[in-house]
């Protein structure tokens, strides 16, 4: 029987986790990965069953739970908003009762993060939130992973996010106050990060620049991401006009750290918020960003079901 709503840790944004738990993750994660790598089998997971729910496009959080569950021995269950009740205004507090009675594990891409909530509050089994409106914590736990691979521990670092204030961009915010790292912010007037959006009690971890090439100015990260999020499409035509300062191009990443790294969670749009140059150049690790989704969430998906392993 599983358990009753309530008793299920959930990761539905950063600071659901401590610090602490940070650091055994992205442990695991460099173990699991090694695994991977050596074509270990470590099937931890099986009989256990994934429900992933798209409300939203995806390439990459797809294919990477998918592939990532079928690796530790379990199942997946794919589904859209077009194929269930969810489309025809069955309550999301009734959907989320009736798959945590046959699935272990649910993953949500959303809109509103107060959809994702509401399906946690009346879940048996754990959630993991695969993006929403206001936050992408699967994304940031997968740059953070890579960033260490790179350059070793995040904390003091700086971080500069050249764009919109978006989802993305809410959530470096609370990594850098859970990690202890700041951010330099820069985004064209009308596209700030709000803290309360963000969720972030002390604004001591993050700076804000007009001007991008002063956000990246001793950077160790320069990071960006697209100028439209998903369901944002109506605002294409006046957001190109206001981000086209806001590419990331080599004069930014000349003023960062000479060893700094460039991300982007993609899909990325060359030529707009940032240049080819950069996101196919010698200090772009985008497609380690990409992999490592994967390894990091098989990490997460082993702490929510089996706890501490050893
Ligand atoms: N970065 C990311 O979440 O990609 P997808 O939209 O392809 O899942
Ligand atoms: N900010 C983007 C991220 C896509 C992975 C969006 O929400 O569409």
């Known amino acids: 029987m599983k358990p009753a709503p309530g008793l299920s840790r959930h990761f539905l944004q950063i600071k659901d986790l401590r610090a602490e738990e940070f650091s055994y993750l992205f442990e695991r994660t460099r173990i699991i990965k090694s695994r991977f790598k050596n074509y270990e089998r470590y099937q931890p997971l099986v009989d256990r069953t994934l429900a992933m729910i798209f409300e939203k496009a995806s390439t990459r959080t797809r294919v990477s739970f998918e592939a990532g569950m079928y690796q530790m021995g379990g199942s997946v269950v794919h589904l859209t908003t077009g194929d269930t009740h969810l489309g025809r205004a069955e309550p999301v507090e009734d959907t989320a009762r009736v798959i945590s009675r046959m699935c272990d594990l649910v993953m949500i891409r959303t809109y509103e993060q107060a959809k994702i909530e509401r399906f946690a509050a009346h879940s048996r ?48 915010l609370q990594a850098a106050e859970v990690l202890g790292f700041t951010v330099h912010i820069s985004t064209p007037g009308g596209y700030e990060v709000d803290p309360a959006v963000a969720g972030i009690a002390d604004r ?25 999020s998903m369901g944002y499409e109506a605002q294409n035509e006046e957001r190109r006009k206001a981000f086209v300062d806001w590419c990331v191009d080599d004069e930014m990443m000349a003023v960062a750290q000479g060893d700094a790294l460039f991300m982007h969670c993609l899909p990325a749009h060359r030529g707009e918020e940032v240049t080819a140059e950069v996101l196919d150049g010698p200090q772009s690790v985008v497609w380690d960003e990409a992999e490592n989704r994967m390894h990091v969430q098989k990490a997460l998906m082993e702490y929510l079901l089996l706890g501490r392993i050893g």
Request: aromatic share 10%; net charge negative; glycine share 8%.
């Open 125 to 172: 089994v754990p959630v993991i939130n695969g993006l929403t409106n206001e936050y992408h914590p699967c994304q940031i736990l997968a740059d953070i992973f890579t960033f260490i691979e790179h350059r070793g521990s995040i904390q003091g670092k700086t971080v500069a996010w050249v764009g919109d204030g978006n989802n993305m961009a809410n959530t470096w």
């Open 204 to 228: 001591s971890c993050y700076r804000v620049f007009d001007h991008p090439m002063q956000a990246c100015e001793g950077a160790h990260l320069v990071t960006t991401d697209v100028w439209t």
